[in-house]
């Protein structure tokens, strides 16, 4: 119960986020941005088109984002409309027309949060090809980085999950 009061929450957050378009109680706006920084012994950039900062000055709306990972062993490149980046926490929220590869992987969802619990969670029409042409269609998926383990969920009970693999 308590995961999906929290996911609830996050559901709650992400819809806000994606109906509050820029431009609301702006107190700073800024073009072309770059924000780097590290996360669990990771590297990560943030570019933007269009940056804004509003009441809580940690919080930055993006539109147009670009975020690249540097984990130990591949680069992820996430790409998405409209997103928000926590500089305190460094958390990263994207949405809206979400893409991320790390070359051979291609994920496709409305939805991508990086989390600083060293988590992704991947969620809303969710689209994973790969290069050996396996695939899989989810409402959700978590992936915890420490553990290399993914979750793959449905929101409705009533429905599976799609998954072709090939070796």
Not at 28 to 43: D, I, K, M
Not at 101 to 122: F, H, M
């Amino acid at each position: 119960k308590i995961i999906e009061n929290k996911y609830l929450k996050e559901n709650i957050l992400q819809k806000e986020m994606a109906e509050n378009k820029l431009g609301a109680n702006v107190k700073n706006e800024f073009e072309n941005v770059t924000y780097n920084g590290e996360n669990a012994g990771n590297s990560f950039t943030v570019d933007a088109v269009k940056a804004e900062i509003r009441e809580d000055e940690n919080i930055v709306h993006m539109e147009n984002m670009l975020v690249t990972i540097s984990l130990t062993d591949k680069e992820w490149i996430i790409d998405c409309e409209v997103g928000k980046y926590n500089k305190s926490n460094y958390n990263i929220f994207c949405s809206q027309n979400v893409k991320a590869t790390d070359g051979k992987t291609i994920v496709y969802s409305q939805n991508l949060d990086l989390l600083a619990d060293e988590s992704a969670r991947i969620y809303n029409n969710v689209v994973i090809f790969d290069e050996e042409e396996s695939n899989l269609y989810a409402d959700s998926v978590y992936y915890d980085f420490k553990n290399k383990a993914y979750t793959v969920n449905m929101f409705s009970n009533n429905e599976s999950v799609k998954i072709k693999l090939i070796k």
